[in-house]
């Protein structure tokens, strides 16, 4: 990984900068659409040790949402930890971007940023999506940065610095993250940004779309052999195998998880209510499929039809053949199913 940090200035004009931001706020805002990503939170300005609070107010008083949109120069280090836990404990999604106004009273999002305390706050959404400028630094006392040459630091400050690293560390690691970015925040001056790029942001976990698959692997089972992908954050398991010789299956297992921000995916009135499942590019009729539910877990078994190859499709739907009040789909990984599935059906369990 590159060592690139990007000079945004003195520390003077770092100061200034940050110091005459304004308070940040919170506003909804949205497109006037009909979407998912429609309608979001505006967060935008400065990050201070009250501004978790303000979160907190928003939401009891106008109703959580999916996504927050932040566009920040940063602000106060344990403002911005606090501000990630209650973007985490309302399950929200985060974003990067600033908010402008649009056509009549809707508004659009542009190019935004989000430095310092703010993109500890970033990491505190359940989904991260990493579409703007992200970037870390050290933390530092305004004080001594202001006149760096005065000795000042004795041994509980040096304790204390060591305690505020933990305190960081813990966060990073609980939020799903990497620590490397620990590490790349304490090695970047107070007077720099180390701006990750998009390779970055997805190898430490920056960037975290949980409900997107893993390539499909092969592993044995019984007498064969099965191909399998899970979603990242491993709470939907989609494997394909054939059984004594008989048609391929599909078989899902869909796990109840507490946390904020995930879903389940198949659950049974959506299975129930459609005419057909389109599957990996077939469809599949309500006969063909058996749902099981135990208070753990929804598990889901295709029969898939005769002479049925993997490969042209990594989706699973019901959007063709179902209600609107019973809409889904699952977007599974494209790489490794064709050849993963030929060598499961050619090697049944």
């Given at each position: ?14 100061l200034?900068?940050?110091a005459s ?19 979001w ?8 040790t009250e501004?978790?609070r ?10 959580g ?31 990067i ?10 508004h ?6 989000c ?36 000795p000042?630091f ?13 305190i960081?560390?813990e ?6 993250v ?15 940004i ?6 970055e942001?997805e ?6 779309r ?24 491993e709470h ?12 391929a ?7 109840t ?6 879903h ?24 063909a499929i058996?749902?099981v539910?135990?208070g753990e ?8 039809p ?6 042209a ?14 809409w ?6 494209g ?15």
């Open positions: 990984m590159s060592a690139r940090g990007i000079l945004v200035g003195g520390i003077v004009a770092l200034a900068e940050v931001a304004q308070p940040m706020t919170f506003e909804q805002r949205g497109t006037g659409g009909n979407c998912s990503t429609c309608q939170i505006a967060a935008e300005g400065e990050i201070g501004t978790y303000a979160l907190e107010v928003y939401l009891y008083e106008h109703g949402g999916r996504y927050i949109v932040l566009d920040s120069p940063g602000g106060n280090l344990f403002g911005g930890l606090l501000l990630g836990e209650v973007i985490r404990n309302a399950g929200l999604t985060t974003r971007g600033r908010t402008v106004p649009d056509i009549g009273n809707f659009r999002t542009v190019a935004g940023s430095f310092s305390a703010c993109a500890f706050a970033f990491l505190g959404g359940v989904e991260r999506d990493f579409d703007g400028r992200l970037g870390f630094h050290q933390f530092f006392d305004e004080a001594a940065l202001a006149q760096p040459e005065l000042r004795n041994a509980i400050d040096f304790s204390t610095n060591q305690l505020v690293t933990g960081i560390l966060y990073v690691v609980r939020m799903g990497d620590a490397r970015v620990v590490a790349l925040a304490s090695r970047t001056p107070p007077n720099a180390y701006e990750l790029s998009l390779a942001a190898e430490l976990r920056v960037s975290w949980p409900n997107d698959f893993r390539p499909w692997q092969i592993e044995a089972y019984g007498d064969g052999l099965v191909a399998f992908s899970k979603s990242y954050d939907l398991t989609l494997t394909l195998y054939c059984a004594n010789g008989r048609r299956l599909l078989f899902t297992e869909d796990m998880v507490a946390s904020p921000g995930q389940r995916v198949f659950f049974p009135e959506a299975i129930t209510g459609a005419r057909a499942i389109d599957v990996l590019g077939t469809t599949v009729a309500p006969a058996r749902v539910e135990d877990a929804t598990r889901v078994t295709f029969s898939l005769e002479g049925f190859v993997a490969g499709s990594s989706q699973i739907s019901n959007i063709n053949h179902a209600p609107h009040v019973y889904f789909g699952v977007q599974a990984s790489e490794g199913l064709a050849v993963n599935a030929a060598l499961a059906f050619r090697n049944c369990i």
